[in-house]
């Protein structure tokens, strides 16, 4: 029974060590969604929202509603991705320094602490620009439906 124990152990050890470079690379294409969000949310501020209000007609509200749900549904991702991933590579690379650690190996140790707490912080970092951009754009997208529902009222009673 040991042994069997033994066994999984490893297995289950040698799968989520294969984990870290995937998390790595989510990481980082987080990064790069999330630069390109943070860009698209300028391009916004100063074209896209104002193209909506200006066409005001019965499909406009439609419209919008679908443009702002793809948009908040990226940005909440990222807010919600981010830290799961940092605290992914937080925990996968502790295993081993802890292993080295108890093998006297420091160099090793050292390197699995500074991979946990880079991820960490890089996670965290895209939560955050995920969640101030959600913020920001659902305060955006609650006025510009606000305009364009009070512009298809003023056409249907004006």
Known sequence: MNMEYGI??????????????PVIIGLMGCVLVCLFEVGMSV????????RFVRVSHG??????????????????????AGPIL???GTLIPLGPGLIALGQ??????????SVAFDTTVLGLLIGLGGFVMAKVRRRWYTQVWQQISDQSEQKHHG
């Open 59 to 80: 499909e406009a509200l439609t419209a919008f509603d679908k443009y702002a749900s793809v948009r908040l549904e990226r940005v909440d991702l990222l807010a919600k």
């Open 104 to 113: 006297g190996q420091l160099d090793v140790l050292s390197t699995a602490l």
């Open 86 to 88: 940092g605290l992914m």
């Open 43 to 50: 391009f916004e501020a100063v074209h896209s929202l104002k």
């Open 8 to 21: 999984v152990i490893g297995v289950l050890h040698q799968v989520v060590g294969y984990l870290l470079y």
